[in-house]
């Protein structure tokens, strides 16, 4: 069945250090990769998104790339800030059954 | 206004009671979804509703079942409760069918205890 793998599980950096998070997908049929932000007990929020006929997309200091032969796709966040310290999903979808299935998240601290 | 709203926020109840959760989209969204977050964080898709009508039902014991009254109202109920159904259920809505290529808008969530 479909799958995404998201690395690192966790990830602490510093304040105004990058952070790098990435997810490889099963489906080759998947053709959207959006990023989840979600903060402690919080709802999961849409922080960028990309489909499969770009290669990278930015947005401020969060930055997305995408290798489709290689299927996979990572997540890059410059200058980090305390208020970045949340738990971030990856997800695949827009395969056969257009389901969205998510990574198993990565917990990002930012260290003051 | 809240686009996605769910209620509870908080459920405690005894394993083998059967309770509900409410959720109402004011999007105009035509599909909504319910996700279960588990202790581990994983998010996994339980059920799609698109103009009321099932898309997507995943491997989901039959002691859940969803039901959409209209395209803005989707409701969780859950029979018999067991230990491991302790959760938090998300509802989410979508403009267009199918979350593999639409932005979800989620709820705040439910937070289930069963004890």
């Known amino acids: 069945g479909e799958n995404v793998e998201q690395h690192p599980s966790t990830l602490s950096v510093q304040e105004g250090d990058s952070a790098v998070i990435k997810c490889t997908y099963s489906?080759?049929?998947?053709?959207?990769f959006p990023w989840y932000k979600q903060e402690l007990g919080k709802r999961p929020q849409l922080i960028i998104d990309i489909r499969s006929n770009v290669g990278e997309k930015k947005d401020q200091r969060i930055a997305v790339t995408l290798n489709k032969t290689a299927k996979h796709f990572s997540l890059h966040i410059t200058e980090t800030q305390p208020e970045d310290s949340a738990v971030y999903f990856c997800?695949?979808?827009?395969?056969?059954?257009?389901?969205?299935?998510f990574g198993t998240g990565t917990l990002l601290a930012v260290q003051p | 206004d809240t686009a996605v709203s769910q209620t509870p926020k908080y459920l405690v109840t005894q394993m083998g009671n059967d309770k509900s959760i409410k959720c109402e989209q004011n999007?105009?969204?035509?599909?909504m979804y319910w996700y279960k977050q588990d202790s581990k964080k994983f998010l996994k898709i339980m059920f799609s509703?698109?103009?009321?009508?099932l898309i997507i039902n995943e491997t989901v014991p039959n002691r859940f079942s969803p039901k959409s009254p209209d395209k803005a109202h989707l409701n969780l109920h859950i029979n018999s409760l067991e230990l491991g159904d302790s959760a938090v259920y998300f509802c989410?809505?979508?403009?267009?069918w199918g979350a593999g290529a639409n932005v979800l808008t989620f709820g705040a969530g439910s937070r289930l205890t069963v004890l």
């Open positions: 509703y698109n103009n009321k009508e």
């Open positions: 489906d080759s049929a998947s053709n959207y």
């Open positions: 999007l105009g969204h035509d599909t």
């Open positions: 997800a695949a979808g827009g395969g056969a059954t257009n389901k969205l299935i």
């Open positions: 989410a809505s979508s403009q267009g």
